[in-house]
């Protein structure tokens, strides 16, 4: 059974960093694309970032170039979003889910980590 | 970037009805739409993807159709577990963009 599972998150200063995990379980880790995607409580659904399967095909939002970083270690099936120069603007749970295809269609979800940035 | 606008932002039905979501892209994206349904406080599911495709597992009653701009969600038969938020997504241009979410609530 495929399982995604974030961690990481929590409380943060305005400026501050955090790095989230998305560790895998029950596929080919390495085979798959893998999103960020996030959700401010009770608000829609925004995508953040997505890495190919051997990481060297990397995407991000607008809003996440040049402060987030995604990345991957196959040999630990882990996903990796570090996430720098936070902002009040950045609040919100944070899913990691898998790519079916490569065609961006997320087919399994983790659970969610919540990041919130207050002083 | 291309823009996904719902309709009905919410909607109440009850048990057994036939319920429609709409979702409208801002600019032509062929068949590259899914759509999810997200419980309270849950990850989002993967219920149609390509437009009209089934995902494993997703009950026949749920059904999709379009292309171009203009995409439908049916429900053929609501169930109470079918109360949620529902989301569309186009994947035909980046970055992959998802409309702002249908409420479906009981009657």
């Known amino acids: 059974e495929v399982h995604l599972v974030e961690s990481g998150g929590g409380l943060v200063l305005p400026g501050g960093s955090l790095r989230l995990s998305c560790s895998a379980s029950g596929f080919t880790f390495s085979n798959y694309w893998m999103h960020w995607v996030r959700q401010v409580p009770g608000k829609g659904l925004v995508w953040v970032s997505r890495?190919?399967?051997?990481?060297?095909?990397?995407n991000y939002a607008d809003y996440a170039k040049g402060r987030f970083i995604i990345s991957r270690d196959n040999a630990k099936n882990t996903l990796f979003l570090q996430m720098d120069s936070l902002r009040a603007g950045d609040t919100a749970v944070y899913y990691c889910?898998?790519?079916?295809?490569?065609?961006?269609?997320?087919?399994?979800w983790g659970q969610g980590d919540l990041v919130t940035v207050s002083s | 970037d291309i823009q996904m606008t719902q309709s009905p932002s919410s909607v109440s039905a009850s048990v057994g009805d036939r319920v429609t979501i709409t979702c409208r892209a801002s600019?032509?994206?062929?068949?590259?739409l899914a759509w999810y349904q997200q419980k309270p406080g849950k990850a989002p599911k993967l219920l149609i993807y390509?437009?009209?495709s089934l995902q494993s597992g997703v009950p026949s009653r749920f059904s999709g159709s379009g292309s171009g701009t203009d995409f439908i969600l049916t429900i053929s038969s609501l169930q109470p577990e079918d109360f949620a938020t529902y989301y569309c997504?186009?994947?035909?241009?980046?970055?992959?963009?998802f409309g702002q979410g249908t409420r479906l609530e009981i009657k």
């Open positions: 997504q186009q994947t035909n241009s980046f970055p992959p963009s």
């Open positions: 890495i190919n399967s051997d990481g060297s095909t990397i």
């Open positions: 600019q032509g994206i062929d068949g590259w």
């Open positions: 390509a437009a009209s």
């Open positions: 889910a898998r790519d079916e295809m490569g065609m961006s269609y997320l087919d399994y």
